[in-house]
């Protein structure tokens, strides 16, 4: 990878943060994602990739490169994670190193 | 007593004579015996052998002693016996000092033979100067209501009525609805038993149906609580039922001819109804009312009731039908009126959550097979009453049910706690319909299925006897053919196996969350009574559970939070038990209150401001008087009173401003640093003496004086202390937000500034004072701050007045 990549992040705001941590693995996001059926994996897996600390599994799912950044899980999530912002991440990281 | 100097007993109580190996027993009575006022003074080795307190009582009355100074360890019980013993020969509970050497670092033993001594000479003539100002105080009496008012007739609300009514009290039981019964008379069935609410309902109205020390107030709500604990007058307004309770007799031929059908239960069971009237609940079950029917949600008061606003202009059908003559239509307004009550008891429970606004989410309001729970409840009420409702709306004979656990609960968009509730409510529910319809089939999904205590047993039952699936995820929900489409799809992701499952439904039952009732919100506004982040009412939930921040209101039930309605139950009969001090038609106070000299009050109003419980008033001629009845005790008053006005009793400034001036001679080296600590009695001095109990290594550096609060040492206290050379001052509250007097520990550090100027006009480093917050169990933090403390002020040197 050319640059450390910073996902976990501390809480900042009640709205839209990205502390990984938060996420109770509850699954709305799969369930309204569009595109989450057609590749193996889903959003909330790729959270959990991201929990386990596997940062290279998550950067390299097909699934990040379908994210269509539609905002539907980051407005569907109970915990108040920016789903999207953490896709939007991962996708750059998926083009500079895949 | 009157002008005569007082008379002081010294005993030095040393059992198994474990002082007199640390310190020079006998060079401590020569020395205190040379004090003026002191009678006696002898070392008692057995205080608890049959003859010893006798022997006290005699030389008491030989040698007419009017004050006590008992130096030892004593437990609350010992202090107990020995004031009642003592009250034999007329001495008065206040009238005894407590010299505890095991508080003040000494029985620990540790420290040279000198300095030893000095210390103990120092805290023995410390109480000896405290108990020369002591008082002899009787608690006072007020006259107070021996009734109470409840507000909210839900199941909480009953019991708690129920309790009085057993103990002989009279109750105003204040309700907003035509009927008892609350939510609960809504439900089908309920837990733990599950047998039917009404027959609950049924039960608890035995008491309170036969007696006539119950008022109802039906259709209305309090506007106004004035007024304080033992008194309160409650301004209360009702809405006119235009039918007389004591004629009607229910045979129900008014209802016959009315005109009107109004769609049922719709408004009773959503403060917000969903989008259109047609779709949820009001599509499901086709039963309408009319416009006067009986008392809902629970037939009590058995009277019928006219809901005036649907009548059709003129029609006075039901009027002319009443064989009683107990219909009267003609124009009548609200009442008011006034109530004196001891107590006053909100129960005013919950609402649902409006799932309306999940429609984006599950459907909610867009179709017509989406139900919240409690619409669940009441169509498996109506077809277990043999209804012949369809339990699903489609056409076809369809049998899948579905569940989503949380809908609005633990959701930072929503409801961000748990309802705990909802999950059991669902076990519940699938129990009773496979009752009703063995062939239903069932999938719940879920995020954790929380089912607390036994409850787990109904959920085990439940999974090991039927074909019910749980699935680990939250669906999307989509009708097949929308907008009047009869089946749902659910797409949703297994999170277990991470695989998408995709389930069609005919029912889909939105386990909808409980916030607190608008009511209750309502009630708190008009009563100055605080809510927490949730909106349900604040207050110290371990300590004082039921207890509310003004003395004499009292919360139950589901204003506190979620329960289910046995926990519900039980937070009613506990609010009662509290409430029923207040109803003995006198209220006994401890003298321990507030006194305000009024030729030091310049009548600025801090206390007025600062008491937590908003106890004082002004009086006629401008100064504060404060509210007994009201008043906690803290003494959050005395500590912030600018000109030291305020003392509460058997605590005055007096009596601590001559303890403190002892410490004017040091007990130690000129460079040991001499700490005086005012710790909280609730928090702060338990672990300190835990810490010596411990035989934690505490520095002898420390003298400990306990205070009912932290906010309770005045400014003007400290800088005294410090002005005759007390090396440093600590002072141990509370943790935030752990305060038992709501923010005691806070007000500490709000006039750290006021004391800052101060010390330094004085040339006192402001550093020498500390404030720390310390939980009870922290006696190790307690010793390592005192170490820590001890190291600073040496290093800021001595006390520049210490002689």
């Known amino acids: ?98 | 007593m009157g002008t005569n100097p007082p008379q002081i007993g010294l005993y030095i109580i040393d059992p198994g004579e474990t002082l007199a190996e640390i310190v020079d027993l006998q060079a401590v009575i020569q020395k205190c015996a040379k004090i003026r006022q002191v009678e006696v003074c002898e070392v008692i080795s057995d205080i608890w052998a049959e003859q010893s307190l006798q022997t006290v009582q005699e030389t008491v009355t030989e040698n007419r002693i009017d004050r006590l100074v008992w130096v030892g360890t004593f437990t609350a019980q010992q202090k107990k016996t020995i004031q009642n013993v003592l009250l034999e020969v007329g001495v008065n509970p206040y009238l005894h000092e407590w010299c505890d050497l095991q508080l003040q670092t000494i029985a620990l033993g540790k420290g040279t033979e000198k300095t030893l001594l000095g210390k103990t000479l120092t805290v023995i003539e410390m109480a000896l100067a405290r108990a020369k100002q002591l008082q002899p105080l009787v608690p006072i009496k007020l006259p107070a209501s021996d009734s109470v008012v409840v507000v909210g007739a839900g199941i909480a609300g009953l019991h708690a009525a129920a309790s009085f009514i057993e103990r002989g009290k009279r109750v105003h039981l204040v309700e907003k609805q035509s009927g008892v019964g609350g939510k609960v008379a809504l439900l089908s069935r309920f837990y733990p038993l599950l047998c039917n609410p009404q027959c609950g309902i049924e039960y608890v109205l035995k008491t309170l149906r036969n007696s006539d020390k119950l008022t109802l107030h039906t259709l209305s709500k309090p506007l106004a609580v004035e007024g304080n604990a033992g008194n309160f007058s409650v301004t209360i307004q009702s809405q006119p039922r235009y039918v007389d309770t004591d004629r009607c007799n229910g045979c129900g031929l008014c209802s016959n001819v009315c005109p009107v059908e109004l769609p049922i239960f719709l408004d009773n069971i959503q403060d917000e109804p969903p989008f259109q009237e047609a779709k949820g609940i009001g599509g499901l079950i086709k039963e309408t009312r009319r416009a006067i029917h009986a008392s809902v949600p629970f037939s009590f008061p058995e009277s019928f009731v006219v809901e005036r606003a649907s009548c059709p202009e003129g029609c006075c059908k039901c009027e002319d039908a009443c064989p009683t003559k107990a219909i009267d239509l003609s124009e009548q307004l609200p009442a008011e009126q006034n109530i004196t009550a001891g107590a006053v008891l909100a129960t005013t429970g919950w609402d649902p959550y409006p799932l309306s606004r999940l429609n984006n989410y599950h459907g909610y309001g867009q179709h017509a097979n989406v139900i919240g729970n409690l619409e669940m409840e009441q169509l498996l009420s109506q077809i277990s009453k043999g209804s012949d409702i369809p339990l699903f709306p489609s056409e076809g004979d369809g049998n899948r049910v579905g569940f989503i656990q949380c809908s609005g609960s633990r959701n930072t968009k929503h409801l961000s706690y748990c309802s705990s509730v909802c999950c059991s409510a669902t076990i519940k529910q699938i129990k009773q319909l496979k009752t009703l319809r063995p062939d239903a089939k069932c999938t719940v999904f879920y995020q954790d299925m929380r089912c607390n205590g036994f409850e787990e047993e109904l959920y085990r039952e439940l999974r090991s006897t039927s074909d019910v699936l749980f699935v680990r995820g939250f669906p999307k929900v989509e009708a097949s053919n929308p907008p009047e489409g009869t089946k749902l799809t659910l797409v949703c992701e297994d999170t277990f196996s991470g695989r998408p499952i995709t389930t069609e439904l005919d029912l889909l039952v939105l386990a909808g969350g409980m916030q607190p009732s608008k009511a209750g919100v309502e009630f708190a506004e008009l009563s100055g009574l605080p809510l927490n982040d949730h909106n349900f009412f604040e207050g110290h939930y371990q300590c004082y559970p039921e207890e509310s921040q003004r003395t004499g209101i009292l919360t139950g039930g589901c204003a506190r939070g979620p329960m289910n309605a046995s926990q519900s139950i039980e937070s009613a009969g506990r609010a009662a038990m509290k409430a029923l001090k207040f109803l003995e038609g006198t209220i006994s106070i401890e003298p321990t209150y507030p006194v305000v000299n009024q030729l030091k009050c310049d009548q600025c109003k801090r206390c007025v401001e600062e008491c937590p419980f908003d106890c004082y008033r002004l009086n006629d001629k401008g100064f504060p008087e404060p509210d007994l009845s009201k008043c906690r005790q803290c003494g959050n008053c005395m500590g912030i009173c600018p000109v030291s006005a305020i003392s509460i009793n058997h605590l005055t400034l007096k009596q601590l401003a001559v303890q403190i001036e002892i410490l004017e001679n040091s007990f130690l080296d000129y460079e040991e640093p001499i700490i005086l600590a005012f710790l909280c009695e609730n928090d702060a001095l338990v672990a300190a003496r835990s810490a010596m109990d411990k035989g934690l290594n505490v520095p002898m550096n420390v003298i400990h004086i306990g205070v009912p609060c932290a906010g309770a040492v005045n400014n003007a206290l400290i800088a005294d202390a410090l002005s005759i050379g007390i090396d440093g001052v600590l002072i141990g509250g509370c943790k935030d937000g752990q305060c038992h007097y709501i923010n005691g520990n806070q007000l500490v550090n709000k006039r750290s500034g006021d004391l800052a100027d101060k010390l330094k006009t004085m040339r006192v480093e402001p550093e020498r004072v500390q404030s720390l917050s310390l939980e009870i169990h922290e006696a190790e933090r307690y010793v390592t701050i005192l170490e820590d403390y001890i190291q600073s002020l040496k290093a800021m040197g001595p006390s520049p007045f210490k002689l």
């Open chain 1, 1 to 98: 990878m050319t640059e450390p990549l910073q996902i976990h992040q501390p809480r900042s705001g009640s709205e839209g943060h990205s502390d990984i941590f938060d996420c109770v693995q509850c699954g709305y996001c799969s369930a309204y994602c569009k595109v989450s059926f057609i590749s193996e994996d889903s959003p909330r897996k790729v959270i959990r990739f991201l929990q386990q600390d596997d940062i290279d599994k998550a950067v390299k799912s097909s699934f990040v490169t379908l994210c269509k950044q539609c905002q539907t899980c980051t407005w569907m999530c109970p915990q108040g994670i920016d789903v999207a912002g953490i896709m939007r991440h991962l996708v750059r990281h998926h083009f500079i190193n895949y």
